[in-house]
Each structure stands twice: as C-alpha cells, then as structure tokens.
T-cell receptor, first 109, second 116 residues
Framework: TQLLEQSPQFLSIQEGENLTVYCNSSSVFSSLQWYRQEPGEGPVLLVTVVTGGEVKKLKRLTFQFGDARKDSSLHITAAQPGDTGLYLCAGVEDDKIIFGKGTRLHILP | NAGVTQTPKFRVLKTGQSMTLLCAQDMNHEYMYWYRQDPGMGLRLIHYSVGEGTTAKGEVPDGYNVSRLKKQNFLLGLESAAPSQTSVYFC???????????????FGPGTRLTVT
C-alpha cells in the first residue's frame, strides 16, 4: 500500500516567518499535487509537479519535487494569516491518487 | 460555471436510515470521485467513476453504493446508516488524464453527515 507521510502534522508560526512542510513516500509517483483546504470548504489545487527535481513558484509559495519523485516540499516565505489552512499532498501512480493526511498550518497575526 | 456542487450541505440521520448525496459538475469531466474526510485520517476514497455508467470501488467502499447515470452527476447512497459513517463527504471530478493532465481534482464544498 502506498503511503504519503506529511510533516509536521501541525504548525503554528508568527506572521512574517518562513516555513517548510514535507511530503514523503517510499513509492515513486508520476506526479504530485498540493492542495489547500480552508475550514468548511473542499480542497483547492495549488500546483502539480511532474518532473524529478522540478521547482514551481506560486507567489510566496515554492514547491519542489524530489529528484527520485518520492517526496516533495512546500516552502512559504513571509507567511501571512491568509496562508492558514490544511495543506494536503497527493501522489499519482498509474490511475490511483493517494492523499496524505495533511499539515495544519496556523499563521498568527 | 458552478464547478462541483453537492447537496445537501448538512444532514443528520438516525441509525438505519438511508439517504443519497448528490454531486453535480458542469466542467464536462470524465472522472468523478467520492471521498470521506475524518479527523486524523485524511481523505479516503470511497468509490469513483471513470465515465458515465461505470463505477469502481475505492479504499473504503463498504456500506456505500454509487451510480453515474449521467456524466455530470455522481450519486452516493447509504442504505442503512451507521454511526461510523459520521463524516464529511467530498465529491471531486477531474479531466481524463492525458498530455499535461494529471488527475487534478476539483472538489465540491462537502456534506457534513452525522449519524446518531
């Protein structure tokens, strides 16, 4: 069974700080997605990474796919209260998509 | 475009009652999915459909049935609700995977179901 481990589970930091959250697996994925979910809403896709070593930027968010396509990281620069939410990674292998349990991020003003 | 919509938003059932959750999408997506989300368990796939008239089991299918009679609709049924089915249910849809398309999922707002 493929598993995606996300760390940390919870993170609470002050506005303006930088942070990195991780998504790790022993399996190789053809692509990996990151979603953000706000309370009472469904997850919303942030980015898809496909190539090993790929780096994508979305304003203050930087996503990296590991060279071996088994892991990924999300780095947020100068976190803002609007970044608060549950961050989910999801790996795709063949026709299956596997979600991690998420990192719950809280940015304190 | 409304995207993915789910009805109802909230529901309380007594043990043994039945109900159907409706998911609709207006993006002409081929694939549709039903997930449940529980604290500490993440998103778990219940059933999915790769096209009109087809359905398949996901990770946690027991106690649920689904139907996809029309491409835009995906129904999730609970025949005899149990307290263990208390959860938040999300529907999602995606394009047929292909060149540059990697099963990116578009989620509905969720249905919060409580079974007493």
């Amino acid at each position: 069974t493929q598993l995606l481990e996300q760390s940390p589970q919870f993170l609470s930091i002050q506005e303006g700080e930088n942070l990195t959250v991780y998504c790790n697996s022993s399996s190789v994925f053809s692509s990996l997605q990151w979603y953000r979910q706000e309370p009472g809403e469904g997850p919303v896709l942030l980015v898809t990474v496909v190539t090993g070593g790929e780096v994508k930027k979305l304003k203050r968010l930087t996503f990296q796919f590991g060279d071996a396509r088994k892991d990924s990281s999300l780095h947020i620069t100068a976190a803002q209260p609007g970044d608060t939410g549950l961050y989910l990674c999801a790996g795709v292998e063949d026709d299956k998509i596997i979600f991690g349990k998420g990192t719950r991020l809280h940015i304190l003003p | 475009n409304a995207g993915v919509t789910q009805t109802p938003k909230f529901r309380v059932l007594k043990t043994g009652q039945s109900m159907t959750l409706l998911c609709a999408q207006d993006m002409n997506h081929e694939y549709m999915y039903w997930y449940r989300q529980d604290p500490g368990m993440g998103l778990r796939l219940i059933h999915y459909s790769v096209g009109e008239g087809t359905t398949a089991k996901g990770e946690v299918p027991d106690g649920y049935n689904v139907s996809r009679l029309k491409k835009q609709n995906f129904l999730l049924g609970l025949e005899s609700a149990a307290p263990s089915q208390t959860s938040v249910y999300f529907c999602a849809s995606s394009y047929l995977p292909g060149q540059g398309i990697w099963y990116e999922q578009y989620f509905g707002p969720g249905t919060r179901l409580t079974v007493t």
